[in-house]
T-cell receptor, first 113, second 114 residues
Framework: DAKTTQPNSMESNEEEPVHLPCNHS???????IHWYRQLPSQGPEYVIH???SNVNNRMASLAIAEDRKSSTLILHRATLRDAAVYYC??????????????FGRGTQLTVWP | EAGVTQFPSHSVIEKGQTVTLRCDPI?????LYWYRRVMGKEIKFLLH????????ESGMPNNRFLAERTGGTYSTLKVQPAELEDSGVYFC????????????FGSGTRLTVV
């Protein structure tokens, strides 16, 4: 079973903010939260990652709940090029599975013009 | 810099045949990963190389799958003999370090076993 759960699909209008939620209730204290997105016929592409604090980069923001059992990827102004499948992922930070990514099933984001 | 390259992009084979997938990571990336997504499931880890050594192969589904990374450069994933349930998309990713900030994925190989 996936370690993260996400809605199957979400929709947004162009230039509006988008909040993509993710639950990861079994996260361990050393797991990092990553978000990747996948465009058609391409591999997953890095978006953002964090551990405990909220993070911002040029692509998006990541808001992490205080108990770390959920997070939200925020696209501040959706564009048509943001239409993709967004994956919420846990990355293990220790042990024999160091660096392994655990993917959720992803949220298909549709952006309407 | 060139990205992660995978080929073929598509492969259709008959059950019982052998298929070899290839991945060329970004130059200088010691860490190479194989993942796959089968129909209706999430993308799942298969194995992790550090240079030419298998760091973690616990995700390999069975002994019909063999991965190699000779010389620590490109990697191959061979499926022999292929079964219907092996159909899916196989992704390769590379990173400079196992805890790198980001992993660069290839576009994947879509394998169909008929």
């Amino acid at each position: 079973d996936a370690k993260t759960t996400q809605p199957n699909s979400m929709e947004s209008n162009e230039e509006e903010p988008v909040h993509l939620p993710c639950n990861h209730s079994t996260i361990s204290g050393t797991d990092y939260i990553h978000w990747y997105r996948q465009l058609p016929s391409q591999g997953p592409e890095y978006v953002i990652h964090g551990l405990t604090s909220n993070v911002n980069n040029r692509m998006a923001s990541l808001a992490i709940a205080e108990d770390r059992k959920s997070s939200t990827l925020i696209l501040h102004r959706a564009t048509l090029r943001d239409a993709a499948v967004y994956y919420c992922i846990l990355r293990q930070h220790r042990g024999s599975t160091l660096g392994r990514l655990y993917f959720g099933r992803g949220t298909q984001l549709t952006v309407w013009p | 810099e060139a990205g992660v390259t995978q080929f073929p992009s598509h492969s259709v084979i008959e059950k019982g045949q052998t298929v070899t997938l290839r991945c060329d990571p970004i130059s200088g990336h010691d860490n190479l990963y194989w993942y796959r997504r089968v129909m209706g499931k999430e993308i799942k880890f298969l194995l992790h190389f550090v240079k030419e050594s298998k760091q973690d192969e616990s995700g390999m589904p069975n002994n019909r799958f063999l991965a190699e990374r000779t010389g620590g450069t490109y990697s191959t994933l061979k499926v022999q003999p292929a079964e219907l349930e092996d159909s899916g998309v196989y992704f390769c990713a590379s990173s400079q370090a196992p805890l790198g900030r980001r992993y660069t994925f290839g576009s994947g190989t879509r394998l169909t076993v008929v």
